[in-house]
Each structure stands twice: as structure tokens, then as C-alpha cells.
């Protein structure tokens, strides 16, 4: 597919895919990355520092 | 016999090899393990960072999560490249191999039924954004009175209204022409721009479902709607493993034309019911 031109995946677009989408499996380990809202992501790992307030996007585990 | 198992997709079996160079999560290269029908993508990863406490510690470090998204990403790809395969959400882990063998045997019947719906299918992703437009010279003279300041302000943000509703107006149109185009699509949440960097307001963050034969009539179809509309910005992302369309619900039948039909009766009866 020589039509679109490759760049690099920007992490937003992986993000929306590898943490809302794909098969959801709970595995042995797998903590519940539930419909992860990105702008909780953003809260949460890009200014965690911040505010240590705003709560964790990765749900509970088992 | 260490490590746990980081499991990227499950597909059927596939002639080609992988590349040989490629590298997954944690570094160690991906392996194939078969069961009856299937195959799992697997790498061993370790439990000083995949078990549980750390791997929870880690999902909030975005170093470790673009390094990780990008290794898994990676393997994904280079799985498109010679088979369809059935992408799992980031950080599915496992024990050890038996783990994934019960896994596989339980969910083997979903699996198939979701790799035939998909095969020979790639997703690609379209995104539309509104332009921050100039602010308009004429506006950024110093205003006279309170008067003039506030009817200024007003005629800004009625233009600001103006856009953003020709914005979402072609998002909507946009997003229908490329659904009839479709086998699937689906709305991913507008992207944040400070995540982002992306400059422009995100109004349309869609993912299609398109057959590979097709694909290059979709991004011709994408291409010719770049400019068609001033201030906008249209961006095309692919062919991605089809990472949207794993669940059943996403055909385009109901991402497009199909208002939830709520009970609409009693609206204009009862007249004169007294």
C-alpha cells in the first residue's frame, strides 16, 4: 500500500486502538484496561505530578 | 520455563515467516504457539515487570507505555503484513503457555467466527480537524468603548459557533460518505490536543473497516476530500490491524444511519382527551 505516505504512528492514534480497542482477554495478569478515556491518560500520566487527585484510569484488578 | 506471557493476537496459521529482526515487547522476538486451529503471537516477558504491581506501575509511565505500544504495534504490523490477524488490547499477560492454550480454547469459537468477519480486511483511521483560523484583523483593533469590547467578544465567538458547526456538519457528512464506503466503522473519542500536539480542534476521530482490494479506492476517496472544505484538515492513518472492529456491534449499519428508535407516540395525541 505505496499510497500513504509512512510516517510514525503518532501515540495518540496507537492509544486509541491498543487501549479501546483489540480483543478485551482477561488473562492471568491482565489488570482491566477498561475503555481507557484518553484524557485520562493524559491526566494521568502526563501530569500525574501534578495533581496526585485524579483517579487511576486502569480499573481495579481482580 | 520464567517469565510470563505477553500475548499480541491470534490468528490461524500462516505460511510466511515473520521478519526475522522483529523485535516485541520487552525485546524478546515474537513465537508462535499453536492450538488446534489457532495460533497465539506470544513473547515471554518479565515478572519484574509484567506481573501485576509493576505492570500497573508502568501503565501510568507514558516512557514505558510508547515504548510498549510501539513494540506491540510492531509485532501487529508485521502480522498484517502476511496474515489478518485478531489484535488483543495492550498488556494481556498470561503465566505460562498452558495459560494461553486454556484461553485460546475457551474463546476458540469467538475467535473464528471474528477472523472470518475480518479477514482480508485492514482499518484505517480518518481524522478531522477545524484550522485555529486567524484572529480577523479588523477585530484586533482596540475597542472604542465597553460597548464596542462587548460587541466584539460577541461577534468572535458567534464566528467561533459558525465553525464549529460547519465543522461537525462536514464531520458528519464525511463520516457518512466513508461508512457507505465500509464494511465498519466506528468513532473513537475526539483527540485531546495537548496529548496530541496536533494542532486544530479534533471533530471527527473515525476508524473504517475496509477490505485490502478496496483500500486503495477508500484513500483516493479520503484524498479528494482534503481541501474540499476551507479550514479544515483532514488526516488519514493505516492500514492498521483492525483493532476497532474486534467486537461484533461495529458494522455500519449502526454507526451511521441508525437513530435508536425510542417510542415516539403521544406527541400529538391526546388532544382533547378531558
Redesign the interface.
Known amino acids: 500500500?505505496t499510497?500513504?505516505e509512512r510516517r510514525e504512528?503518532?501515540?495518540?492514534?496507537?492509544?486509541?486502538?491498543?487501549?479501546?480497542?483489540?480483543?478485551?482477554?482477561t488473562?492471568?495478569?491482565?489488570?482491566r484496561?477498561a475503555d481507557v478515556?484518553?484524557?485520562r491518560?493524559?491526566l494521568?500520566?502526563?501530569i500525574?505530578s501534578v495533581n496526585e487527585q485524579v483517579p487511576?484510569p486502569?480499573g481495579e484488578?481482580p | 520455563m520464567t517469565g510470563?506471557r505477553y500475548?499480541y493476537a491470534?490468528c490461524r496459521p500462516f505460511g510466511a515467516p515473520l521478519q526475522t529482526a522483529l523485535k516485541g515487547v520487552a525485546g524478546d522476538p515474537p513465537r508462535l504457539l499453536s492450538h488446534h486451529g489457532l495460533i497465539a503471537v506470544v513473547s515471554h516477558v518479565p515478572e519484574g515487570d509484567?506481573?501485576?504491581a509493576p505492570?500497573?506501575r508502568h501503565?501510568?509511565?507514558?516512557d514505558w507505555?510508547?515504548e510498549t505500544?510501539?513494540a506491540?504495534?510492531q509485532v501487529i504490523d508485521a502480522l498484517t503484513a502476511v496474515t489478518t490477524p485478531?489484535?488483543?488490547?495492550?498488556?494481556?499477560?498470561?503465566?505460562d503457555d498452558s495459560?494461553v492454550r486454556v484461553?485460546m480454547e475457551e474463546?476458540e469459537a469467538d475467535f473464528l467466527r471474528?477472523l472470518d468477519r475480518l479477514e482480508g480486511r485492514v482499518?484505517w483511521?480518518v481524522k478531522v480537524y477545524l484550522e485555529r483560523e486567524p484572529a480577523a484583523p479588523a477585530e484586533t483593533a482596540k475597542p472604542a468603548s465597553g460597548r464596542d469590547y462587548l460587541r466584539q467578544r460577541r461577534m468572535q465567538s458567534s464566528a467561533r459557533e459558525d465553525s464549529r458547526q460547519r465543522a461537525e456538519r462536514f464531520a458528519a457528512r464525511l463520516h457518512a460518505t466513508l461508512s457507505a464506503h465500509a464494511d465498519g466503522a466506528r468513532l473513537?473519542?475526539p483527540?485531546?490536543s495537548?496529548?496530541?500536539k496536533?494542532p486544530g480542534q479534533n471533530v471527527l476521530?473515525a476508524?473504517y473497516l475496509v477490505p485490502r482490494t478496496q483500500?486503495?479506492e477508500f484513500?483516493?476517496l479520503v484524498d479528494r476530500t482534503k481541501g474540499e472544505e476551507p479550514g479544515m484538515r483532514i488526516e488519514?492513518?493505516?492500514?492498521?490491524a483492525a483493532?476497532?472492529?474486534?467486537e461484533e456491534a461495529a458494522d455500519p449499519s449502526s454507526a451511521g444511519d441508525s437513530s435508536p428508535s425510542a417510542p415516539s407516540a403521544g406527541a400529538d395525541v391526546g388532544e382533547g382527551a378531558s
Not at chain 2, 483493532?243 to 474486534?246: K, L, M, N, Q
Open positions: 500500500m499510497v500513504v504512528v503518532a501515540l495518540v492514534d496507537l492509544l486509541d486502538r491498543l487501549l479501546a480497542g483489540g480483543v478485551v482477554i488473562g492471568d495478569i491482565t489488570l484496561i478515556d484518553l484524557v491518560i493524559d494521568n500520566a502526563l500525574s487511576s486502569w484488578s | 510470563l500475548v491470534v509484567f506481573a501485576e505492570l500497573r501503565l501510568e509511565d507514558l507505555l510508547t505500544a510501539r506491540h504495534q485478531l489484535p488483543l488490547r495492550l498488556a494481556t499477560v498470561f503465566r495459560g484461553m474463546r471474528t482499518e483511521g473513537h473519542a483527540q485531546n495537548a496529548l496530541s496536533a476521530n476508524a483500500s486503495e484513500v483516493e488519514l492513518t493505516g492500514p492498521w483493532y476497532s472492529f474486534v
